[in-house]
Structure formats: structure tokens, C-alpha cells
């Protein structure tokens, strides 16, 4: 998963796995899941993710039950740049 925002206001928000996926039909159509089903993470509190701040090398840890249950809650500062990306699951 890669991550980044470029706007000049704070922003924050819980992100989720969006595709699109081709139907019978032939139409495209846009799917949604979780981000737990989205990155294939086992939803159990036992189990966790870690992230690196690519810009600033700061890791973070999230318990994976929380990321299938609310997504992933991120929040940018206009200051920084900020790509993060899950380097273990």
C-alpha cells in the first residue's frame, strides 16, 4: 500500500481498498472493501501492521483487527509530506 497527499489544508480520513472490477456485462464497475480484505491482513487483535514515514523514517503500528474493522486512520499537516507504505503485515 503507498499513500500520499498533496494538499496545501490538513487533511485526515480513514482509507479503505477501492478497484474496479470488470462485470458480465462488460461495464467497469467500482468495488470497495475493507483495507483489511484489501491488503489480505488476518482481522485478529493479536495480529498487527507496521508503516514507515518514507520521508521522515518514523514507523508506526496499527492492530490489524482495528484496520478491518475502521480502515486506516491517517491525518497530513500542509508542513509535511508524508508516503507511507506497509513494509510488514
Known amino acids: 500500500m503507498f499513500i500520499t497527499i498533496n494538499t496545501p489544508r490538513p487533511a ?3 482509507h479503505f481498498a477501492a478497484f474496479s472490477v470488470k462485470g458480465e456485462d462488460g461495464e467497469r464497475v467500482l468495488m ?3 483495507l ?3 491488503l489480505g491482513l488476518r482481522p485478529d487483535h493479536n495480529y498487527f501492521c507496521i508503516f514507515r514515514d518514507q520521508i521522515t523514517g518514523l ?3 496499527r492492530n490489524n483487527q482495528e484496520m478491518c474493522d475502521k480502515g486506516c486512520i491517517l491525518s497530513w499537516m500542509p508542513t509535511s509530506a508524508t508516503s507511507l507504505a506497509t ?3
Do not use: H, L, S, V
Request: include cysteine; aromatic fraction near 6%.
Open 59 to 61: 514507523e508506526y503500528i
Open 87 to 89: 513494509c510488514a503485515r
Open 36 to 38: 483489511g480484505e484489501g
Open 32 to 34: 470497495q472493501k475493507n
Open 12 to 14: 485526515a480520513g480513514a
